[in-house]
């Protein structure tokens, strides 16, 4: 009897085990939305009045991280309209970091970050960012390139970043198309196919500035040159 007690008694406890975990999944979700939109707007944006120009960097005084705690440090950094510059440092040594601050994401941010053209001072620029993790969406493959764009960019746009990043030849090989969907979070796409994606997206957009966190470090080294 209490064998076939205990049997019956299984299937409940085991549900109940898992409406416990993911209430409690639920509950830790709402308290980190609740601290993020409770967070005090630190600063307002304004748009760049210079379209499809090169635009400078300047930064002074910046500091990320707590007081004492200082992730990165930048006492004063300018870079020209249209130069090419590689941060290079040790794993955790803030580089990442240091773009965040350039999207102004950076936390515990201070300090000053300004943008200049040819011309003089201008707002915050037309951006691309290709992340270190790349972001995919569980779309088409147009999509992922797209990327919300409206409208969406040409089919000759679309070829030449593909041809520029080799990933029309994974496309041959593989059989892909424009239409082929992408599964959650790049499931069907290998490591360095998903960076090379994320590099041609931000190869389509006519940015400004162009920023690459380690972008081709999952792809093979004939690939990358």
Same mark, same amino acid.
């Given at each position: 009897?209490?064998?076939?007690?205990?049997?019956?008694?299984?299937?409940?406890?085991?549900?109940?085990?898992?409406?416990?975990?993911?209430?409690?999944?639920?509950?830790?979700?709402?308290?980190?939305?609740?601290?993020?939109?409770?967070?005090?707007?630190?600063?307002?944006?304004?748009?760049?009045?210079?379209?499809?120009?090169?635009?400078?960097?300047?930064?002074?005084?910046? $500091?990320?991280?707590?007081?004492?705690?200082?992730?990165?440090?930048?006492?004063?950094?300018?870079?020209?309209?249209?130069?090419?510059?590689?941060?290079?440092?040790?794993?955790?040594?803030?580089?990442?970091?240091?773009?965040?601050?350039?999207?102004?994401?950076?936390?515990?941010?201070?300090?000053?970050?300004?943008?200049?053209?040819?011309?003089?001072?201008?707002?915050?620029?037309?951006? $691309?960012?290709?992340?270190?993790?790349?972001?995919?969406?569980?779309?088409?493959?147009?999509?992922?390139?797209?990327?919300?764009?409206?409208?969406?960019? $040409?089919?000759?746009?679309?070829?030449?970043?593909?041809?520029?990043?080799?990933?029309?030849?994974?496309?041959?090989?593989?059989?892909?198309?424009?239409?082929?969907?992408?599964?959650?979070?790049?499931?069907?796409?290998?490591?360095?196919?998903?960076?090379?994606?994320?590099?041609?997206?931000?190869?389509?957009?006519?940015?400004?500035?162009?920023?690459?966190?380690?972008?081709?470090?999952?792809?093979?080294?004939?690939?990358?040159?």
């Amino acid at each position: 009897a209490c064998i076939a007690t205990a049997a019956l008694l299984e299937a409940p406890f085991h549900i109940f085990s898992e409406v416990v975990s993911r209430w409690m999944q639920a509950w830790v979700s709402i308290q980190r939305l609740r601290d993020f939109l409770g967070l005090e707007e630190k600063l307002e944006l304004v748009p760049s009045n210079v379209q499809g120009e090169a635009v400078g960097i300047s930064m002074s005084g910046v $500091s990320i991280g707590s007081p004492g705690q200082e992730i990165l440090t930048v006492p004063k950094l300018e870079i020209q309209p249209g130069e090419c510059i590689a941060v290079i440092g040790p794993v955790g040594g803030g580089k990442s970091q240091f773009l965040a601050a350039l999207l102004h994401e950076g936390s515990d941010q201070i300090g000053t970050i300004s943008y200049f053209s040819k011309d003089g001072s201008v707002g915050v620029p037309a951006m $691309s960012f290709a992340a270190q993790e790349p972001f995919i969406l569980n779309r088409s493959l147009e999509a992922n390139l797209n990327f919300g764009a409206k409208p969406g960019f $040409s089919q000759h746009e679309i070829d030449r970043v593909l041809k520029l990043t080799a990933f029309d030849i994974d496309m041959r090989q593989l059989g892909l198309t424009l239409d082929t969907e992408i599964g959650e979070k790049g499931v069907n796409l290998s490591g360095g196919q998903k960076q090379r994606l994320s590099l041609a997206r931000a190869a389509l957009y006519s940015a400004q500035l162009v920023l690459l966190d380690d972008p081709v470090s999952g792809v093979y080294p004939a690939t990358a040159r």
